[in-house]
C-alpha cells in the first residue's frame, strides 16, 4: 500500500469507501476551491487506477517501500530497501 492524496468533486468522493484496496481517512477530508474535495488515504495501484478512472487526482505522498520503513522505524526495526 502507499500513501496518497485524492482530489475529486463530491460525488465521487463519496464512492471512495466502497473501493477495494482504499482505506479512506475521513478525518484528513478538506474542501477545495471550486466544491471539490481532498483526502488522503492508503491504496494499492489498482485502487488508484480505480479513482483515477472516475475522474479524481492522484499524488502519491509515500511509495509502499516509505510505508513499510516508516512501519518498521516505528516498531525500532533496521530499515529494508
Not at 477530508?29 to 485502487?47: E, M, N
Not at 511509495?63 to 522505524?73: F, G
Request: charged letters at 20%; proline letters at 4%; glycine letters at 10%.
Amino acid at each position: 500500500m502507499q500513501l496518497v492524496q485524492i482530489e475529486g468533486p463530491t460525488d465521487v468522493m463519496r464512492r471512495l469507501p466502497g473501493i477495494e484496496g482504499l482505506h479512506v481517512s475521513r478525518h484528513s477530508a478538506r474542501l477545495q476551491t471550486g466544491g471539490r474535495w481532498q483526502v488522503s488515504a492508503y491504496a494499492t495501484d489498482d485502487a488508484v487506477a480505480a479513482v483515477q478512472r472516475d475522474g479524481c487526482a492522484v499524488r502519491v505522498v509515500m511509495t509502499h517501500e516509505e510505508v513499510q520503513s516508516a512501519i518498521a522505524a516505528g516498531r525500532g526495526e533496521a530499515p529494508t530497501r
